[in-house]
């Protein structure tokens, strides 16, 4: 019941978000076939476009067309080139995903070690170097890295993307530095988490209760406190994955990445809006799939939510 529940949740949310984006489509003044056209094109040119996406037909039945060719895998028209964009927007969502993917991986990578060793130890130094971290911008490190690393040592290509199909090397190469730049930010920050609630776990008398029975303290820490402390930082590793989604529009931007923030970038420069609403709803799809997902891992790990209703 609580996972149909939480579904449902997804469900209504989506719905919502949905119409929500379309009317804000729509309330964009300016007819968008005349956009498209430019504003030489003749009145005749203009309604001829207008019938051919059927930008004339209600509301109600432009929503549902929308919505429906969403389900169906079809994204719709472009206003700019009037060329079909599923294929353009399903091979950018696996750029986009790689580069977040990959992001999220190495910053926990790094933060749960780190973490755990600050809890232990204190460094003050560490933890100074993760408030700055956390309050540098990541398209600032990514502009520093290519400065350095690309520029000045000429060890990494400054920009541009290469499918790892085409050169598996090459792939690797331009996604060191986006990668990196992302990750370093998101690491700082929940470092910081893991490292409170890695202490706060510590702190506990059944950590205490298997210290007196003779663990060791990572013993004690492993068997006993990883899973509670697991929890907070779940949620904020799901918060935080949504703040790579955004972040990594600009991310793109910088190293020239063909992904859905630069399409998104160019839709909105051009006043495409059937892209545009079409990568805002991917976009809000992707947040909440990852919120639903954090929210029923949440009751894997903590059984206690599976009995609440």
Avoid: C
Wanted: proline share 4%; glycine share 8%.
């Amino acid at each position: 019941m609580t996972y149909l529940k939480a579904l449902a949740k997804f469900v209504l949310t989506l719905f919502a978000a949905s119409v929500a984006i379309f009317l804000l489509m729509r309330a964009v003044p300016g007819n968008p076939a005349r956009v498209a056209l430019g504003v030489n094109a003749t009145d005749e040119a203009v309604a001829e476009l207008t019938q051919t996406l059927g930008l004339d037909r209600p509301l109600f039945t432009q929503y549902f067309e929308w919505v429906g060719g969403l389900l169906s895998g079809s994204f719709g028209t472009s206003l700019s080139s009037q060329q079909d964009i599923t294929p353009l927007v399903l091979d950018r969502a696996q750029v986009s995903l790689i580069l977040v993917g990959l992001a999220i991986v190495l910053a926990l990578a790094g933060a749960v070690p780190m973490g755990m060793w600050l809890a232990r130890t204190g460094n003050t130094f560490v933890s100074a170097l993760t408030q700055i971290g956390i309050a540098v911008p990541s398209f600032l490190v990514g502009i520093i890295m290519v400065a350095f690393f690309a520029v000045r040592l000429g060890w990494l290509p400054a920009n541009g993307w290469i499918p790892p199909d085409q050169n598996f090397g090459g792939f690797i190469a331009r996604l060191i530095m986006p990668v990196i730049s992302l990750a370093l930010v998101q690491g700082a920050m929940l470092t910081r988490y893991v490292r409170s609630s890695i202490v706060d776990v510590m702190d506990q008398d059944y950590i205490r209760t298997a210290r007196a029975l003779g663990l060791s303290h990572a013993e004690a820490l492993r068997r006993h406190g990883l899973r509670n402390a697991a929890l907070p930082v779940l949620t904020v590793t799901g918060l935080q994955l949504t703040t790579l989604i955004v972040g990594a529009v600009v991310i793109e931007s910088v190293f020239v990445i063909p992904g859905l923030g630069s399409m998104l970038l160019d839709a909105v420069s051009n006043r495409d809006l059937t892209t545009v609403q079409t990568l805002v709803m991917l976009l809000v799809f992707f947040t909440l799939a990852i919120n639903l997902a954090t929210d029923l891992a949440y009751r894997v790990i903590d059984p206690r939510l599976k009995e609440k209703r």
